[in-house]
């Protein structure tokens, strides 16, 4: 293990030491009022309880893909002893970084509001780095499950001398990523589900019907509300970037393990096993090294009393711009000293991942910020009532979804030219495919404190609907206003951010997909694995399998299974969030009927006399959004297994990049759509258009209500889908190896 | 020539001698009123002009693309000399076929008003004859055009024994196809804009600023309006359907061509000359029998005096249904006839094709009818505002996207195994992809019929605005009204055949897309095509050419080329359908803005003493829908051309099935979404949740104005989409193979 290496372990300790840190800083804050304490524990004990009845099914579910882990590995021999072993601490770690990440979330929200009864510099800082509680604990969670897995497989998987310990290792590790995956499915699907039947419902009875403004403590709901913030956009949000985070770093190790196994195409010479390692251990040591420089970015974000929101944006994007750039020069560095064969093009793959990142940041902001001629056109239309403004609406957002493709597909070829020297050669194919995974590492380095962004929203407006259900004072409002509105704009880049990450990570578990299928292949084909550089036609040993791959399981378009597959992926997208769209409904459905029955049975309730059965609704959209997450869940797990069974690799490569390409194209319409809707509705609150309580008011309301579900539930869960079906394809590939009812027999 | 091909171009003779039938029969029938003899005049200019200005667009649009395929096959020679003349005549046969359609649809109209005057009976049979003149005008015009030109191509292309000659006359006769496909464009296109600008912009300003009823003669946009529906839903849905009719025996012919040029695996004999002159005809055959079954079945659609919903639609279903049923048993007799070597495999196809066709429908019809859950759960979702009834009709839409993409990968997969006889390898290959054709042909073997029924929709509705306007009695309302209830649905589910069969064209163009690959590759690389059997690797000629196809364009799933074309094609998706949704909203915003002017500036308007300016609005929706659709073609044919000039062969392949895929789930989601949406209203209005007038019925209002764009603008423009890409690429294909900036030089 070379020395650089400990650099892993090192920063993932660091992270976690200093998410402890801001956590005992944010406890030692004051709570405030008694009345504030009250509303805070509420909160907390609503998300806790949300919690722990989440973590009842993902244990059941854990349970069952265990043992059908274990089947495949032990019974069957399909798959590596270590893979049940790998899957479980993924799924735990994951689970543990969305309980730290939502305790520090919900202990925090009540001390800001008081913060910010002293300081608008004080409520940003401590809202800041209790988001970064999240962010480091989820990079340093992920950093040291990796670091432990990879310290104690290469222990205990013997010496090759043709590299394929490594590949080994590192295709055991990615089992790791399928319980973050799994995990994440949960919490974004479910978290997603609740927070908006919780919002919907809320609104409906509360604001439309009994006429009480948001965040009224009269409402039952109201708790239910706040609790989904955190269930939805901390604990899920954290959850899908763990993944994404875990998933990328491994699956561009076991590209490079793969890559990097063969020899050069150039001068036909092998590369070693210090260069496999050293490919393998880049995307951990960039990942280790944007982690140090997130906890540098934490300490930079500050701010002066009556800071305006541009210079308030100002100062989070200080921090962030400032990691980015830094990582950029030090990713070159720990390259340089790395010394793989093209590292300079394997560089700017790292630098087009971030770029990419930012281009996908930047273009949701056009399309969803109120500064821009998109929401001001969809408030525009608000003139011409509700319809038009949906039009508009879904319009924009389809439009809108062009501009990220059409960056990861830039993105795509850049990365995979820079990686290859500009060589589009099958011969080549192995280091375009790390490119592709290098630069999905590059986007996501700087996680820790991107997610401190996305961490503090939430955490604000709670503090918000805290200083509001407190009846705190006008100027200590106007400072938790400051923060929320900034906190909406962060949401909705990270939004992007989520997305983008999550389509450019799927990617890389598809190339990885196919170096498994090429192993598997291997191992029954019993191809020459021997001596890597033994030439079959002109090709070394590793192009040759890889053509042999492409012919044998015909994974070309002419294949009706790929083209059927396809079709299935794009059906999957399709029919997940038609069914999360319509959980979000019925969900809300409830929670309307239970908010009217207390607002019957209750006496004094809307007096604010009787307090009322805040548990009860928080129950009650903990159990929608429970049930309602199954269906889904099970097309998501389910669906890639039922192609391998039938169509075999064919139908699931097909199945995978169907899904992918189209999964990102609606996630993005989703969020944009949903995004623009709600700033459009701020806009025309800004006195724009009529202005506050106008029918185009009321029209963009209408716009504003049917944008939740898309830009927090069905949107977000996408992630999870394209991200979890590549996974549960890379997981179960022994099945369609081997068991294919149509696909080629081994 | 085999004698039994002389069927075709009679049927084709036979279907436009019993069009000129129809309607000379329809002209002799008394038109009413002198103020129904005035406003279908209106509707009859208006339809004129906008007809007149969309043909000097596409005039100017084929006299460019004409120059361009001249460039490419006479200054280039990466083109046939007859494609430019073939493209000519395609578009030229199918701007007729939408001429004389709308011509009978709007001289019907009045008369059908007139003709319910007497009885219910007498309007149906005029309204559907009129239907069926646009029919199977349609039909008569494909097989007019495909006789002559093979008839013609047969004589002056040189003779070849290898089997050369009747790949090259397929090659060439697909391009009538591209045609077709520019003239749909520009009717699908600018007709749906058209139609929704003036729909909904004389719903806002008449039924919800002034406050008089739809329909109404003092509303200036009401003839638009009118002749939006003829202009949209007649000449709009027919040249769509010429066009998939046209391209899926084309498409078939050729991969008939192809897949009978050379030697059965089975038994490695050659097919010989007849084999593959039967495989070519064998489609054009079945689609001429189709149309002699449609001419029957047309007069079998009668009904009586006071007949219910239900058996009205039963009359016009006795017609579809019974030559849906024999054209199953005489496809069967020309196939024995033909003797093609598995020809029961063959005729499995073309029966897999026609349910599939009957299964969308049927899809359909339960996601889009108010007897069924989904709509009504969208009508009592009303109880919660017009946000849930968006919610919850996306919800519906997404969810109902999955069964017909389902059907389809059913279908796809059963016409494959069939074809092939239950054989999935590579030698196989092009057996199923004739079948993939051949289900194409079989669902749209009936067109003649089912298009009649299409047409009828908008005459019943114009006859029943001409009824309104006019003033007629109450029991005439009664019959245009159940007339035109009959209407909305055949049209949902004639918008879903529509799709479906769009999507199995596009597949069997894009197959044909691959055969043309090949032949350049044949002739480009000078590969084996002298002697088809000659064995190369232990693989007859042909497959030895797809091996090399596959490898040399690398078109297989690891390459990032084929997934970015892929990303591509799902970006051309949602950026089309998102420029088509805005479309809509800026046109009608100019006709909003004229309707309040005249109601401003005419004296008398409101009172019904002064006429409106009826022309104006037909005007403005006119040069709207001129000025809209530019963008959205531009991006139709651009797209193709320019990833295959940077991307070759794999981003073309790649670009085409995620065009496809992506199209065809999003063309579902909103026709259904669209469609439930229409019905949830209807369904209100009958007296459910509240009933006319009530807050639920004003949501669902707004979910049925949403809807409009959904499903009569962008979702049916997606079927253009879909089928333009695949033949752009087609006719194209020498640029990709040969000027490609990132693919394979040859």
New interface residues.
């Given amino acids: 293990m070379p020395l650089i290496f400990w650099l892993v372990p090192v920063s993932a300790v660091l992270a976690l030491l200093f998410a402890y840190g801001f956590f005992r800083q944010m406890m030692r804050q004051d709570e405030g009022t008694e009345m504030m304490r009250r509303i805070a524990e509420h909160v907390r004990k609503g998300a806790s309880a949300y919690l722990r009845q989440q973590y009842k099914v993902v244990i059941v579910v854990f349970f069952v893909i265990t043992i059908i882990f274990s089947i495949l590995a032990y019974g069957l021999g399909v798959q590596n002893p270590w893979v049940p072993f790998a899957f479980i601490s993924g799924g735990f770690f994951s689970g543990l970084a969305g309980f730290f990440g939502m305790k520090a979330a919900t202990y925090a929200s009540g001390r800001v509001a008081n913060a910010c009864r002293k300081s608008l510099d004080g409520g940003l800082r401590l809202a800041f780095r209790s988001g970064a509680v999240m962010g480091l604990v989820v990079v340093g969670l992920v950093l040291v499950d990796i670091s432990v897995w990879f310290i104690i497989l290469n222990q205990f998987i013997p010496e090759t001398a043709d590299g394929y310990k490594l590949m080994t290792i590192t295709a055991v590790m990615l089992t790791f990523g399928m319980g973050a995956s799994t995990q994440a499915l949960f919490a974004r699907v479910g978290g997603g589900i609740y927070t908006k039947a919780a919002d ?1 419902g809320a609104d ?1 009875v509360g604001k ?1 019907e009994a006429g009480i403004p948001e965040d009224d403590p009269r409402n039952p709901a109201t708790i239910a509300d706040n609790v989904g913030d955190n269930v939805g956009d901390v604990a899920g949000m954290g959850a899908d970037l763990f993944e994404s985070f875990a998933a990328s770093i491994l699956a561009t190790a076991l590209l490079g393990a793969a890559a990097f196994m063969g020899a050069d195409p150039a001068t036909e010479q092998l590369f070693g096993l210090d260069v496999q390692t050293n490919a393998v251990i880049a995307p951990m040591l960039i990942a280790a090294v944007g982690t140090l420089l997130s906890i540098a970015g934490v300490f930079m974000v500050r701010t002066r009393e009556g800071a305006t929101q541009k210079q308030l944006l100002h100062s989070l994007g200080t921090g962030v711009n400032v990691s980015a750039f830094l990582i950029v020069i030090f990713s070159f560095l720990i390259l340089y000293y790395l010394q793989l064969p093209n590292f300079v093009g394997i560089w700017g793959a790292i630098v087009i991942g971030l770029l990419a990142g930012i281009g996908i940041g930047q273009s949701t902001e056009y399309f969803t910020a109120s500064a821009y001629k998109p929401t001001q056109r969809i408030a525009a ?1 608000s003139q ?5 403004v ?3 609406g ?9 501009v990220p ?2 960056i ?2 830039v993105a ?2 850049l990365a ?1 030219l820079f990686a290859t020297g500009f060589n ?1 050669h ?1 011969d080549y ?1 192995n280091f ?2 790390y490119g ?1 995974g290098v630069a999905a590492v590059g986007m996501l380095s700087t996680l820790g404190i991107t997610l401190a962004t996305d961490a503090y929203g939430p955490i604000a407006d709670n503090a918000g609907g805290n200083a509001e259900m407190c009846g705190l004072g006008p100027e200590v409002r106007s400072r938790t206003d400051a923060l929320d509105a900034l906190g909406n704009t962060t949401a909705a880049t990270g939004k992007g951010f989520a997305i983008g990450s999550a389509a450019l990570t799927a ?1 890389a578990l598809l ?1 990885s997909y ?1 170096e498994e299928v090429r192993m598997m292949l291997v191992k029954f084909l019993d191809l020459p694995k021997g001596d890597p550089k033994r030439l079959i036609n002109g090709l070394d040993a590793q192009d040759a399998q ?2 042999d791959f ?2 044998h399981y ?11 597959g ?6 999957a ?3 997940f ?3 999360t ?2 959980a ?2 019925r969900a ?2 409830k929670m ?1 009927d239970e908010v009217r029955r207390q607002f019957k049975t209750i006496d004094g309730i809307l007096e604010g006399e009787a307090e009322p059965d805040y548990a009860r609704c928080v129950e009650i959209s903990t159990k929608g959004a429970q049930r309602e997450m199954m269906v889904p869940s099970l097309v998501a797990l389910l669906i890639p297994v039922i192609v391998g069974l039938i169509f075999g690799v064919a139908g699931v ?2 199945l995978l ?2 899904t992918i ?2 999964g ?2 609606l996630a993005i ?1 989703m969020a944009n759509a949903g995004g623009a809707w709600d700033n459009a509705k701020k806009y025309v609150e800004e006195g724009h258009f009529g202005g506050k309580g106008s029918e185009g008011h009321k029209a963009t309301i ?1 716009g504003d ?2 944008g939740d ?1 898309f830009k927090d539930t069905s949107g977000p869960s996408l992630n999870i889908l394209i991200k979890l079906m590549v996974m549960a394809s890379v997981v179960t590939v022994g099945i369609a190896v081997s068991y294919s009812l ?1 696909g ?1 027999s081994l």
């Fill in positions: 919907v409906l439309v239309s011409t009532g509700p319809a038009t949906i039009i508009s879904v319009g924009t957002g389809l439009t809108s979804a062009a493709l059409g990861i597909v795509i070829t995979f589009f099958v194919l375009g495919l592709i990617l190339a196919f890889f053509v492409i012919h015909e994974i070309h378009l002419m294949n009706p299974m790929v083209i059927v396809i079709f299935l992926g794009v059906m997208v399709f029919l969030s038609g069914i769209m319509n979000v409904g809300a459905q309307v490569t097909g990049i169907g390409s189209s990102f194209a319409f209408i209500t049917v579900p149509l080629p």
